[in-house]
């Protein structure tokens, strides 16, 4: 079985600083897909990135990056320049190649102060 | 594109009553899942169908919930009889499996038992 642990339930940044959210998996696939959804208070789920296992280079998509460490199995997301909007809890997915069941974690809810 | 649309938003019901939950995927997307969330399990994937036929319902808590899909636009998540236990906010979410897998989030629904 897939398991997904954020071991940060809560964090906190100033507005302008940058932050990293932890995530790690268990996993004895090869091929897979890991994400970063965002959930703001409206409670809406947004996809803020995706990340291929078979490609070496960290995607990237504005202020948001992230760090993939294959052999690790760690996958942290790098929030740059933190806005007030980008207060939310942050879930990390899981999901094996060509089995599009998600699987994850338990989400950290990030405050960023003024 | 509408995206993903759930009814009602929020729902109070007695115990022991029948609750049809509602959902229309965006159009095109072939995989739909339910979801519920609550602070105390997290976000859980209930089932979810491709193509309109139910592939895995293992998160499914017991027999008073259940799920249809009757065409590509339309499914919806019963319970009956409800229990206070339910209360949560349950999610739809549809992908197209060919777009690298991204599930596209309904806004959810609250539902609450008294």
């Known amino acids: 079985a897939q398991t997904v642990t954020q071991s940060q339930p809560e964090m906190s940044v100033q507005e302008a600083e940058t932050v990293t959210l932890s995530c790690t998996y268990d996993?004895?696939?090869?091929?897979?897909?890991l994400f970063w959804y965002k959930q703001p208070p409206s409670r809406q789920m947004i996809l803020v990135i995706r990340?291929?296992?078979?490609?070496?280079q960290n995607a990237t998509e504005n202020r948001f990056s992230v760090n993939f460490q294959k052999a690790a199995k760690s996958f942290s997301l790098k929030i740059s320049d933190s806005q007030l909007g980008d207060t939310a809890m942050y879930f990390c997915?899981?999901?094996?190649?060509?089995?599009?069941?998600?699987?994850f974690g338990s989400g950290t809810k990030l405050n960023v102060k003024p | 594109d509408a995206g993903v649309i759930q009814s009602p938003r929020h729902e109070v019901t007695e115990m022991g009553q029948e609750v049809t939950l509602r959902c229309k995927p965006i159009?095109?997307?072939?995989?739909l899942f339910w979801y519920r969330q609550t602070m105390m399990r997290g976000l859980e994937l209930l089932i979810y169908?491709?193509?309109?036929?139910?592939?895995?319902d293992s998160g499914m808590p017991e027999d008073r919930f259940s799920a249809k899909m009757p065409n590509a636009s339309f499914s919806t998540l019963k319970i009956q009889p409800s229990e206070p236990r339910d209360s949560a906010v349950y999610f739809c979410?549809?992908?197209?499996?060919?777009?690298?897998?991204?599930?596209?989030f309904g806004p959810g629904t609250r539902l609450t038992v008294t």
């Open positions: 159009s095109g997307h072939n995989s």
């Open positions: 996993t004895s696939e090869n091929n897979y897909y």
């Open positions: 990340q291929e296992a078979y490609k070496q």
């Open positions: 979410a549809s992908s197209l499996r060919q777009s690298a897998y991204e599930q596209y």
């Open positions: 997915a899981f999901m094996k190649l060509n089995f599009n069941k998600f699987y």
């Open positions: 169908f491709n193509n309109n036929v139910p592939i895995d």
